[in-house]
């Protein structure tokens, strides 16, 4: 049985691992290699990489980086941030990324995902998803990467999540930005919105602060993977101690 | 000398980093003299089956890899190739391996792409799982998969069974991506290499 997976997410400023709390105030955790050896030796399931900065300042991230990362990990990882066409995509794959994911720049040009899953297949494509909860709905959220340039879009969460399969994404990341930074949980309910309404696999981010966020988010949202930050890079949890909470729990768990 | 075949796909680094790790050179290369030479060779691939062939065919490799003696490793989109048809186009593949290449149907709390880490089924005991257990777990990532049939050496499941390993001759094929499977992978790898096939 597919095991549902555990991502530690690696938010990467100027060639640093960074974490803000609700997108703010970044700041230095480490060095990107010895985190990624760090992770993959505890046991994670997958690496996401993440230009922070990337999107809102029209830059996009530097491969070579990547092609370090690739030479030392045995695990897949997925680069995100200021991937905005074919080339930057072709680049950062060919540097040995296993997939990419598209945030910003998919919302600038929906076609871009058609055209990256043409191009490379939609395995290699994720978006990303910027939520935010107001009123009694989710909507979608743009350059958020900068505070001050951080956007309304025209999206309702659940319509461009469905879009966005729609167009050939191989899985989606929602990131829910209420709970980012909070340790308070994962946002079940809105996860399992967004679950219903997809075949591809879904990834769960912001909010994990224990480990039964963790079982909470697999049981009740029943998403295929679950992204933290901070409480990987804190210690607060440890994933061999996650990972075999989750197994004893009879989670579907690589130990 | 082992030959990595350039299909122009987007995993071929992680291969060779991979074969790196073990201390195996390797060769990237689209010269079908050099692929022929080789003691090994893989066919790596990401991405469709029609783009896949469709490179093959404008490399001039597809008689070339058709014609090959020696140990041949195809992974992922390469294994698919293997098989004679895939419906993804559809289109024509190599024909090595009986059997036409299928879409994953989504059910239910099985979402495609079948995209994580996964166990494998054998009944056999095939060189290419030398050293590792049953629970081992690798890495896969795709929509479309072959059938389980005489050829298939071990199969994995998701929603309804379908082939992990394949092999035929001097032609296996691993659905999954050993490069990205931690230690089970390299292994794997390793026993390709050694030629525990």
């Given at each position: 049985?597919?095991?549902?997976?555990i991502?530690?997410?690696?938010?990467?400023?100027?060639g640093?691992?960074?974490?803000?709390?609700?997108?703010?105030?970044?700041?230095?955790?480490?060095?990107?290699?010895?985190?990624a050896?760090?992770?993959?030796?505890?046991?994670?399931?997958?690496?996401?990489?993440?230009?922070i900065?990337a999107?809102?300042?029209?830059?996009?991230?530097?491969?070579?980086?990547?092609t370090?990362?690739?030479?030392?990990l045995?695990?897949?990882?997925?680069?995100?941030?200021g991937i905005?066409s074919?080339?930057?995509?072709?680049?950062i794959?060919?540097?040995g990324?296993d997939?990419?994911?598209?945030?910003?720049?998919a919302?600038e040009?929906?076609?871009?995902?058609?055209?990256?899953?043409?191009?490379?297949?939609?395995?290699?494509?994720?978006?990303?998803?910027?939520?935010?909860?107001e009123?009694?709905?989710?909507?979608?959220?743009?350059?958020?990467?900068?505070p001050?340039?951080t956007?309304?879009?025209?999206?309702?969460?659940?319509?461009?999540?469905?879009?966005?399969?729609?167009l050939?994404?191989?899985?989606v990341?929602?990131?829910?930005?209420?709970?980012?930074g909070?340790?308070?949980g994962?946002?079940?309910?809105?996860?399992?919105?967004?679950?219903?309404?997809l075949g591809?696999?879904?990834?769960?981010?912001?909010?994990a602060g224990?480990?039964?966020?963790?079982?909470?988010?697999?049981?009740?949202?029943?998403?295929?993977g679950?992204?933290?930050?901070?409480?990987f890079?804190?210690?607060?949890?440890?994933?061999?101690?996650?990972?075999?909470?989750?197994?004893a729990?009879?989670?579907?768990?690589?130990? | 000398?082992?030959?990595?075949?350039?299909?122009?796909?987007?995993?071929?680094?992680?291969?060779?980093?991979?074969?790196?790790?073990?201390?195996v050179?390797?060769e990237?290369?689209?010269?079908?003299?050099?692929?022929?030479a080789?003691?090994?060779?893989?066919?790596p691939?990401?991405?469709?089956?029609?783009?896949g062939m469709?490179?093959l065919?404008?490399k001039g490799?597809?008689?070339?890899v058709?014609?090959?003696?020696?140990?041949?490793?195809?992974?992922?989109?390469?294994?698919?190739l293997?098989?004679e048809?895939?419906?993804?186009?559809?289109t024509e593949?190599?024909?090595?391996?009986?059997?036409?290449?299928?879409?994953?149907?989504?059910?239910p709390?099985?979402?495609v792409?079948?995209?994580g880490?996964?166990?494998?089924?054998t009944?056999?005991?095939?060189g290419?799982l030398?050293g590792?257990?049953?629970?081992a777990?690798f890495?896969?990532?795709?929509?479309?998969?072959?059938?389980?049939?005489?050829f298939?050496?071990?199969?994995?499941?998701?929603?309804?069974?379908?082939t992990?390993?394949?092999?035929?001759?001097?032609?296996?094929?691993?659905?999954?991506h050993?490069?990205?499977?931690?230690?089970?992978g390299?292994?794997?790898?390793?026993?390709?290499?050694?030629?525990?096939?």
């Open positions: 049985m597919l095991a549902r997976r991502i530690p997410c690696l938010d990467v400023r100027d640093q691992v960074v974490k803000g709390t609700q997108f703010r105030d970044h700041e230095i955790v480490g060095d990107i290699i010895e985190l050896q760090r992770y993959r030796d505890e046991g994670a399931d997958e690496l996401v990489f993440y230009d900065t999107s809102s300042d029209g830059r996009t991230v530097s491969t070579d980086w990547v370090r990362v690739a030479r030392v045995d695990i897949p990882f997925c680069v995100a941030g905005r074919l080339d930057g995509a072709r680049q794959l060919h540097g990324a997939k990419i994911s598209i945030n910003s720049p919302l040009n929906p076609a871009l995902i058609t055209e990256l899953a043409a191009e490379f297949g939609s395995q290699c494509v994720v978006v990303g998803i910027d939520s935010r909860q009123g009694g709905d989710y909507f979608v959220k743009q350059y958020t990467g900068d001050g340039k956007q309304a879009t025209r999206w309702r969460t659940i319509d461009w999540a469905r879009e966005a399969q729609q050939g994404a191989g899985e990341v929602l990131n829910c930005m209420n709970q980012d909070m340790r308070q994962y946002d079940v309910p809105q996860l399992k919105l967004v679950r219903a309404v591809i696999p879904l990834v769960a981010s912001g909010g224990t480990i039964a966020h963790f079982h909470d988010v697999f049981r009740l949202a029943g998403v295929d679950a992204l933290a930050a901070s409480v890079h804190k210690g607060t949890i440890k994933i061999p101690a996650l990972k075999a909470q989750l197994i729990d009879g989670i579907s768990i690589r130990p | 000398m082992l030959a990595i075949v350039d299909s122009g796909g987007a995993n071929i680094a992680s291969v060779r980093f991979a074969l790196e790790r073990l201390g050179q390797s990237l290369t689209a010269d079908p003299a050099v692929i022929r080789a003691t090994r060779v893989i066919l691939g990401v991405g469709s089956a029609v783009e469709k490179r065919q404008a490799l597809v008689d070339c058709r014609g090959l003696t020696q140990p041949v490793l195809g992974i992922c989109l390469g294994m698919q293997l098989f048809n895939s419906e993804e186009g559809p593949t190599l024909g090595l391996i009986p059997g036409t290449v299928a879409l994953l149907p989504e059910s709390g099985i979402t792409p079948h995209m880490w996964n166990t494998v089924l009944g056999r005991d095939p290419l030398d590792i257990g049953p629970d777990r890495y896969f990532v795709h929509s479309y998969a072959a059938p389980v049939n005489a298939t050496v071990a199969s994995c499941d998701h929603g309804r069974p379908f992990a390993i394949v092999q035929r001759g001097n032609f296996s094929g691993v659905q999954f050993p490069e990205r499977s931690g230690p089970a390299a292994r794997l790898l390793k026993n390709f290499v050694e030629g525990r096939v």
